[in-house]
C-alpha cells in the first residue's frame, strides 16, 4: 500500500473524470483506482482540472500496481511500442515491433509476472492465411501449449489458437448479432468456427442455429463447446462447404463471417434465406477511404442478378486491417 492524494469523484462521473486526468497526465498510473462508494483516482500532481465534474480531494492507502509495472517498465527500458495484443482464455498474442525480435522471450515473461491470468504468451508468426484462416505462432514465455478456454457473454469455448480461427475482437459483433435475433427463428452460421456466433445466439435467444466449417478441428471444437455451453438443443455443428447447400434453404438469417471471401459467397447466402425474407449479416474488408460504396453496390448487383432485393439495415467499421483495409459489417435485409 502506498499513502497518496487522490480526488474522489461518483461513480457516474467516474469514466469523464478519467479520461481528463489521464489528459492532464495527473493519474497515477503505478496505484490502483478504488471503486466503492464513489471512485477515488491516484494522484501524479496536485493540481487537476475537472470542468463541471463535482469531486472532493483525499489523501487515502492505495495498492500499488507492482505486478503491470514489470511489463510496462521492461517495454520503457527498451522503448518498445507494443501495438495492444489479444488475450484468448489465459493465452496472450503479441506482435513483437520490427527490432525487438531478440527481446521477445523477456517480454514475454514480464508480462506473465505482470498479468496473473495469463500462463502462455505467443507471438504471431505469420498473417491469418488460407481457407481456414489460420495464423502461426512462435512460443515466448509460460506453459508449452496452444489450446485454451475462452469466456465471453457467459459462454465457454475450448480451442486451439494454432489449429482454428477464434477472435476476441468480434465479442461485440456476436452480441449485437444476437440482440437481433427472434424466438423461434432459423438461423445459418455459414463460416462457424469454433461456435461463438451460434452458441452465443443459442445461449440468450430461444432459435434453432446450424453452424458450418470446413475446418475438421474447428467443427471437433464447436461440438466440446456445444456440450459445454448445453446448447445441443438449439445447435448443429456440420463439417463441411456452406456455400453448397441447395438442399438445405429456408432460413431466417444467415451470418457470414468470412471477409476476404465474403463476396464470393453473397450468391449462396441469397439462396439459403427463406422465400418470404430474412437478414444476411455480411463481413467484408474495404478500402479505410470509401469502406461501404463500391461493396454495396456488388452485392445490390449480385442480389439483382439472384433476383432478390436487399435493403441495408446497418452498418459499421468493425475494426482497421491495416492504414489502409478495414473490416466492415454490414446487415442486410432480404425483402423477398
Ligand atoms: C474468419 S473465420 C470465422 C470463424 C468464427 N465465425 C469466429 O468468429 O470465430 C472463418 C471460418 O470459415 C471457415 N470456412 C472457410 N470457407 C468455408 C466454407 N466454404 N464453408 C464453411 N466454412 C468455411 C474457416 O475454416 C474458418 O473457420
Known amino acids: 500500500m502506498a499513502r497518496a492524494p ?36 491516484p494522484l501524479a500532481k496536485p493540481s487537476v482540472e475537472l470542468g463541471d465534474i463535482p469531486y472532493r480531494a483525499v489523501e487515502e492507502d492505495f495498492e500499488e500496481r507492482r505486478h503491470g509495472d ?36 523477456e517480454i514475454g515473461e514480464a508480462l506473465i509476472e505482470a498479468r496473473k491470468s495469463i500462463k502462455v504468451v505467443l507471438k504471431k508468426s505469420s498473417a491469418v492465411e488460407g481457407e481456414e484462416r489460420l495464423r502461426r ?43 437481433q435475433v427472434r424466438e423461434g427463428e432459423k438461423v445459418l452460421d455459414m463460416f462457424a468456427g469454433v461456435g461463438p456466433y451460434s452458441i452465443v445466439i443459442a445461449r440468450h435467444r430461444p432459435a434453432r442455429i446450424a453452424g458450418y466449417d470446413i475446418n475438421p478441428h474447428a467443427i471437433e471444437y464447436f461440438k466440446v463447446n456445444i456440450r459445454l455451453n448445453k446448447v445441443a438443443e438449439r445447435v448443429e455443428a456440420v463439417l463441411g462447404d456452406s456455400t453448397r447447400l441447395a438442399e438445405r434453404q429456408g432460413f431466417d438469417r444467415a451470418i457470414m463471417n468470412l ?37 454495396l453496390h456488388l452485392l445490390e448487383s449480385c442480389a ?3 433476383g432478390r432485393r436487399i435493403r441495408v439495415k446497418g ?11 478495414v473490416h466492415i459489417a454490414v446487415d442486410l435485409e432480404v425483402i423477398a
Open 6 to 41: 487522490g480526488i474522489k469523484v461518483r461513480s457516474r462521473d467516474a469514466e469523464r473524470a478519467r479520461r481528463l486526468l489521464k489528459q492532464q497526465g495527473a493519474l497515477d498510473t503505478n496505484l490502483r483506482v478504488k471503486h466503492g462508494n464513489g471512485v477515488v483516482f
Open 70 to 105: 514489470a511489463f510496462q517498465r521492461l517495454l520503457a527500458k527498451l522503448g518498445c511500442r507494443l501495438s495492444s495484443f489479444d488475450v484468448i482464455g489465459d493465452i496472450a498474442i503479441l506482435e513483437i515491433p520490427e527490432g525487438f525480435e531478440d527481446h521477445g522471450e
Open 137 to 179: 505462432f512462435g512460443h515466448l514465455a509460460g506453459e508449452r501449449r496452444t489450446e485454451t478456454v475462452h469466456r465471453e457473454h457467459g459462454c465457454l469455448f475450448k480451442l486451439d489458437v494454432s489449429k482454428v480461427f477464434f477472435s476476441p475482437r468480434l465479442s461485440y459483433e456476436r452480441q449485437r448479432i444476437m440482440e
Open 259 to 295: 471477409p476476404r471471401k465474403g463476396r464470393e459467397h453473397f450468391a449462396s447466402a441469397l439462396e439459403v434465406i427463406k422465400k418470404g425474407g430474412g437478414m444476411i449479416h455480411y463481413y467484408g474488408s474495404s478500402s479505410r477511404e470509401n469502406p461501404f460504396e463500391e461493396e
Open 304 to 306: 439483382l442478378e439472384a
Open 315 to 325: 452498418r459499421r467499421i468493425v475494426r482497421s486491417y491495416s492504414p489502409s483495409e
